[in-house]
Nanobody
């Protein structure tokens, strides 16, 4: 049974860093991504990584966030640096068996599996 479990969220001051983790059980996915949803806003894509290692980022996080995957542990990470108050949101991990070029990387929500989310709060 496919299961994605996020962890690593918390509260941090602006300029700080956090690392989110997403433990994937059951399967090896071709595409995994991070998404976020702030109160009153639509869910948006943050970053995605293909099984071949290719990555894609939203413009708002380029240069500050890094997505990576430990294939041996089947765990997805999101390293977040220089955090801003506008990064405050619930962060979700998503996965699909299709390659990211088919799913659309972080530009779409068309992922088959989703985690429950982990909260990130950045204070000014």
């Amino acid at each position: 049974q496919a299961q994605l479990v996020e962890s690593g969220g918390g509260s941090v001051q602006a300029g700080g860093s956090l690392r989110l983790s997403c433990a994937a059980s059951g399967y090896t996915y071709s595409c995994m991504g991070w998404f976020r949803q702030a109160p009153g806003k639509e869910r948006e894509g943050v970053a995605a990584i293909d099984i071949d290692g290719s990555t894609s980022y939203a413009d708002s996080v380029k240069g500050r966030f890094t997505i990576s995957k430990d294939n041996a542990k089947n765990t997805l990470y999101l390293h977040m640096n220089s955090l801003k108050p506008e990064d405050t949101a619930m962060y979700y991990c998503a996965a699909d068996f299709l390659k990211c070029v088919m799913v659309g990387y972080q530009r779409t929500l068309n992922y088959q599996y989703w985690g429950q989310g982990t909260q990130v709060t950045v204070s000014s």
